[in-house]
């Protein structure tokens, strides 16, 4: 008999909407978004600028709330920001006065973590980012790749539920952001952590995803999900070449090619 894998929600989304108030009146963010993430899955988010992608992780986050609809972990409404849910944005969120560990220390501080556990978990996740031989340094004294494994090390030291990630590569050079794509997938392998990420790169989402959501042009809503299993080739021997097989240039071109044709319907609507 096959072996049934269990399945367990983490995050649910159901019928969202979300319009932000603003001078010129209401503007809709979200139209009517379903998701459900599950535990384990790497979610990669794609779609035109503009298209509320930092929307939905910000409902995800506890940032905001939706305007209709629901947003829960597990059984519980999300109503605020947790440590259960992480978020690592695309500028590196460090105290300028703290060194490395102290910033990575301080969320499990405000926890009241016991100074032993605490210092044995800072350790362990410096040391996963690789930064162990950089805990007494100030931010200012790091790369901006290391910057962000830092960022990353103090989401990561709370051990959420789940980890959300704005563009967190953007701001970084060809080569460093491939290290941290590698990191992430190393990371996310070792863990088996939930991840959700908003990316403009189709690459670096096919790279990473077991799930690509591709979103549509203002309001956002999920067009298109494509299930993928790359990143399960790339952590292996196989590393690029799963990058050069028909079926990820057949599922880039595709993913392109409805982004290109959301974008045409906001430069049309623009003129
Ligand atoms: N606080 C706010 N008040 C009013 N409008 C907002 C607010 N935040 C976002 N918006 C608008 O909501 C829409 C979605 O924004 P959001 O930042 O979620 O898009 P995005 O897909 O993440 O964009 P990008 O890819 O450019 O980062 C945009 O039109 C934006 O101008």
């Known amino acids: 008999m096959a072996s049934e894998i269990k ?10 909407y979300l319009r932000y108030a603003s001078e010129k009146g209401s503007v809709t963010a979200l139209e009517n978004v379903n998701l459900e993430i599950e535990k384990g899955e790497f979610i990669c988010v794609l779609g035109p600028s503009g298209c509320g992608k930092s929307t939905l992780l910000k409902i995800i986050a506890g940032f905001h ?13 999300i109503t605020g920001p947790s440590a259960d849910r992480g978020v690592v944005f695309q ?4 105290y300028p006065w703290l ?11 405000m926890r009241k973590v016991p100074k032993d556990e605490r210092e044995a978990d800072v350790k362990k996740y410096l040391e996963l980012v690789g930064l162990k031989d950089f805990a007494k340094q100030k931010p200012y004294e790091l ?5 962000q494994r830092a960022s990353l090390a103090r989401v990561l030291v709370n051990q959420p539920k789940m980890i959300l990630m704005d563009e967190p590569f953007g701001a970084l ?12 997938r190393e990371i996310w392998n070792k863990t088996g952590n939930t991840i959700f990420l908003i990316t403009h790169d189709v ?4 790279a990473l995803a077991t799930r690509v959501i591709v979103m549509s042009s203002r309001p956002g809503r999920i067009v298109k999900e494509f299930h993928t299993d790359f990143t399960y080739d790339i952590v ?13 240039m057949h599922i880039r071109e595709e993913i392109l090619s409805i982004i290109n044709t959301q974008n045409a319907a906001l430069t049309a609507d623009a003129i």
Do not use: C, F, W
């Open 7 to 16: 399945r367990e929600t983490v995050v649910s989304i159901k019928n969202a």
């Open 65 to 77: 709330q939706p305007t209709e609809g629901t947003a829960m972990m597990g059984d519980t409404p």
């Open 91 to 94: 500028t590196p969120t460090l």
């Open 99 to 109: 060194n490395i560990y102290q910033n990575v220390e301080y969320g499990p501080k």
């Open 143 to 147: 790369s901006g790749g290391m910057k």
């Open 173 to 184: 050079d060809a080569l460093t952001r491939q290290n941290m794509q590698t990191l992430i």
């Open 203 to 206: 690459d670096e989402a096919l």
């Open 236 to 248: 292996g021997t196989n590393q690029e070449s799963a990058k050069y097989t028909q079926e990820y």
